[in-house]
């Protein structure tokens, strides 16, 4: 892509795979994702389940993204993770 996104040393199609590859490696994500949700406080924007969604993207891919759902005047209604597998971002961009 021109460097101009960045792009992770292991393909995320190749990461998708590699999730289920191994029961062992599976369970250990699971877990921890579970672990993190467990000790998550909902909020009227972010559902338990989506938290607990976005902390399994992020683990697996290493990068994870929520999209803000807007209601009909333009105020947030709820967070929502988008797909880590088909996100991307900018090379020069700081965290």
Sequence with gaps: M???WFEPPVGFAALAKSF????HHSSALFFKANVLASTFRPHRWLSRHAFERWALDFLTFGN???ERRRDMVGGTLRLEPALAKHVRRK????L
Excluded: H, I, K
Excluded at 20 to 23: E, F, I, L, N
């Design 2 to 4: 021109g460097g101009e």
């Design 20 to 23: 289920r590859a191994s029961t």
């Design 64 to 66: 994870g993204c929520l």
């Design 91 to 94: 090379a020069d961009c700081c």
